[in-house]
């Protein structure tokens, strides 16, 4: 069952649509995954573009039943880049913008979770509760991770847009209490941004997309969790790409 309603955030002075799916199957109570760009991952009527995630397929499919909570950003001007960045920075083309980062995350968590948590049938605790998105979005997985991991136990960052504040993020970990058992998934696609690559894995190494996903893999490692990388071979950056990890990331994030 998919809902849809609208949800103020008084952390951000604003209403955002949320896009909810209930499993009609299986024992209550259910562990729950949050995603940003919620609009972009069930239907493709609702997507930016036309092509959705394709999540309400593959959760009808998948043997693990849990509640979906996608959460619109802001569609106004850069609202979006705003409510997903989480540091202030003047790197390039985020200079000038407001972080709002980390007011969105404290609407999610301080706001928003306990109200899904209250209206419907959910596991509470953190070792349930995940997080994900793509872009910026998975920018503001890999920080909801680290910064609320007391939360969120597991997050899947597609794409993430972590070169543009990398640096802030990494200091953040080197002194966060992260659980052992967090779990992260980091992914980059060959064709996002650089033209075609013969070998993937050696010509990653140069990109800045590989490195920050490395590092910050690493970092999680380091705190004894645990860190996939997937390099999608021909990966854009564009929901059709990001779907076809559904299978991949999601049984990682979320095995026994």
Sequence with gaps: MLLK??????????????HIRVPDWG??????????????????QDAT???S???EEYMARWDKPMIIVGIECGHMGDERLSEYLPYQSNYGWL??????GEATMEGLIYELKPYIDSAFPT?????????????MGGLMAAFALVRYNRYISKAACLSPALGSVSGMLWHE???????PDTRAYFSWGTQEGYGKIENPWEE????????????????????SGAAKLYCQIGGRHCEADWERQLEIFMPFLWQE
């Design 173 to 179: 970990m080197n002194a966060a209490d992260i659980s």
């Design 27 to 44: 024992e209550p109570p259910y562990p729950v995954m949050y995603f940003f760009d919620g609009h972009n991952l069930f239907r493709d």
């Design 5 to 18: 309603q609208d949800f103020y955030f008084h952390s951000i002075a604003a209403n955002r649509p949320l």
């Design 95 to 100: 200079r000038g913008h407001k972080a709002l």
């Design 123 to 135: 596991i509470p605790f953190r070792e349930c509760t995940g997080i994900g998105g793509s872009s």
């Design 49 to 51: 573009y036309g092509k």
């Design 204 to 223: 990653d190494k140069k990109s800045w997309l590989y490195k920050s996903c490395r590092t910050t893999a690493n970092k999680i490692i380091a705190h």
């Design 53 to 55: 995630w394709g999540l």
